[in-house]
């Protein structure tokens, strides 16, 4: 076998020799260190262009802690977004997009602690199995801005509060510079449960999860939401337009005004990225300021 000739050769002539197995081994190391960074370039480009430059895929995502600065990897699970988004009515098969209030107690409730209170034991789906805390929201019951991310991450599942790890910490810092402080606000998640690893959430949880931040909008009644990240925003808008399209432009949602940015664990990952960002919360703070004033 060519190994055992190589060797023999070498100790022949006199020379030291590495084995063919441990060059194999360096060049594998050396291509595998080659195919994670071209992994993570492929993931921080799908963040901004989305199926602009991957038609028709889902690529593997990568989230710290929701996106709250963990060290955890999120992975997509390979649903493609037709199924994410079928377009169909909701009145037909289970799991299609739900677009009314299901017909539940919690639906009546006239406060944002009532209304906690009642659905912090949800078990709808097996995310109710698997959380440590329901993380239902927190700031001002009354504040015109709303900040909606996708779901929760470790940090969030262990304290129950959103945004409390290193991308909370830069989305406090985001607030101040556009003169809100975080108890100015509220901040929540389309889900209230952390999904395993820190997956992509999947469409029937976002099915039966989203009418709470239905009910927390029509209780808080603001007049701006501001949607952190691609996955959040392609999920309250039904679209699968990428980030890129999606930022810059005043869209609605429920008869809400609605903005899209970065999410803040993605200007820890790409800092490049902070000058856009910088860019749309400076509109988000013009907007606020329109729709606010005069009241």
């Not at 199926?51 to 997509?76: C, E, I, Y």
């Not at 034991?121 to 009354?142: E, H, I």
């Not at 015109?144 to 409390?164: I, K, R, S």
């Amino acid at each position: 076998m060519l190994p055992t000739r190589f060797s023999i050769a070498s100790a022949q002539c006199g020379k030291p020799h590495h084995s063919f197995s441990t060059i194999v081994s360096s060049d594998r190391d050396q291509f595998e260190r080659l195919l994670s960074d071209v992994r993570r370039f492929l993931s921080q480009q799908q963040e901004v262009y989305g199926d602009l430059l991957f038609p028709g895929t889902q690529p593997a995502h990568s989230r710290s802690d929701a996106g709250d600065g963990g060290n955890v990897t999120k992975k997509g699970d390979g649903t493609s977004e037709e199924e994410l988004f079928p377009d169909i009515p909701a009145s037909r098969a289970p799991g299609s997009v739900r677009t009314e209030f299901p017909k539940e107690d919690w639906v009546g409730t006239e406060d944002l602690e009532a209304l906690n209170h009642m659905i912090c034991t949800c078990l709808k789906c097996s995310l109710g199995q698997t959380r440590t805390k329901f993380v239902f929201g927190v700031g001002n019951p009354q504040a015109d801005l709303v900040l909606v991310g996708e779901a929760p991450g470790a940090d969030e599942d262990a304290q129950g509060e959103p945004f409390v790890g290193r991308a909370g910490q830069l989305l406090n810092k985001i607030l101040e510079a556009i003169r809100f402080r975080r108890e100015d606000v509220y901040i929540c998640n389309i889900l209230k449960c952390r999904p395993p690893n820190n997956r992509d959430p999947l469409p029937e949880e976002v099915n039966l999860c989203e009418p709470y931040l239905w009910k927390q909008l029509e209780l808080i009644k603001p007049k701006l939401i501001l949607c952190l990240g691609r996955i959040a925003a392609q999920s309250l808008l039904k679209t699968t337009e990428s980030l890129s399209s999606l930022r810059g432009k005043v869209h609605d949602y429920r008869g809400i005004k609605l903005m899209v940015t970065y999410h803040p664990a993605a200007l820890l990952r790409n800092p490049n990225w902070k000058r856009p960002a910088w860019e749309d919360v400076q509109k988000v703070r013009k907007l606020y300021d329109e729709l606010t004033t005069n009241r």
